[in-house]
C-alpha cells in the first residue's frame, strides 16, 4: 500500500527519472540565462540608429534639392540578368526643361540580404545625357541599383525596383 510512511515510493525508477529531467532542463534554462546576460550579442548592433544613417533634417533637405532639380532619369536595362555574366544598362538623364545632363554617374548595387556584396560601378558618358555601362552581378538573389548623378556640385540620386538575379540555365 502506498501510505506516507512507506519509503519505497521515493525509489521508483519513474519518479527518479522525472527529478533528473527537471534538474536537467532547470539547469540549461539557468546557463541560458546565465549566456544571455553575460555576453553581448554579435547579432544587434547597438548603435544601429546612428551608423551610415542621416538625420531627419538631413533627408528633408535631400529630398528638397532633388525636387528642386526636377531631373528625370531612364534606365533602359536588360529583361533578364544571369548572375557572373555582365549586363548591359543604359541611362539618360534630362533636366527640367528636358535638356541633357553632362556629367559623372556612378551605379550603385545594392542586395538586401548580404551589404558586404554590395559595389559601385562607374558609367560612361556615350552622348550628352547618355550613360552606358555593364555590371555583372555575383550572386544570384533580388538586388537594386541606386543611381548617382554628379554635374557640379549639384547631385541626383534614384533608385530602380527590385529585380532577379537568376543563374546561368
Known amino acids: 500500500m502506498i501510505s506516507q510512511h512507506n519509503k519505497k515510493g521515493i525509489r521508483n525508477p519513474w ?3 522525472m527529478a533528473v529531467l527537471i534538474i536537467l532542463v532547470l539547469g540549461v534554462n539557468g546557463t541560458f540565462i546565465w549566456y544571455a546576460t553575460h555576453n553581448r ?3 544587434v548592433d547597438r548603435d544601429y540608429s546612428t551608423k551610415d544613417r542621416k538625420s531627419n533634417a538631413a533627408v528633408v533637405n535631400d529630398l528638397q534639392e532633388q525636387k528642386a532639380l526636377a531631373w528625370k532619369a531612364t534606365i533602359k536595362q536588360p529583361k533578364s540578368v544571369v548572375m ?3 549586363a548591359e544598362y543604359e541611362i539618360s538623364v534630362v533636366d527640367r526643361g528636358g535638356m541633357p545632363v553632362s556629367g559623372t554617374l556612378e551605379v550603385e548595387a ?6 558586404s556584396k554590395d559595389f559601385t560601378t562607374a ?3 556615350v552622348s550628352p545625357g547618355s550613360y552606358q555601362g555593364y555590371i555583372s552581378f555575383p550572386l544570384k538573389g533580388y538586388w537594386e541599383l541606386r543611381i548617382r548623378v554628379k ?4 547631385v541626383f540620386e534614384a533608385d530602380t525596383d527590385k529585380f532577379m538575379v537568376a543563374t546561368a540555365p
Open 41 to 43: 550579442s554579435t547579432l
Open 110 to 115: 545594392y542586395r538586401a540580404s548580404d551589404e
Open 123 to 125: 558609367f560612361r558618358e
Open 15 to 17: 519518479l527518479l527519472g
Open 151 to 154: 554635374r557640379g556640385e549639384d
Open 84 to 86: 557572373g555574366s555582365p
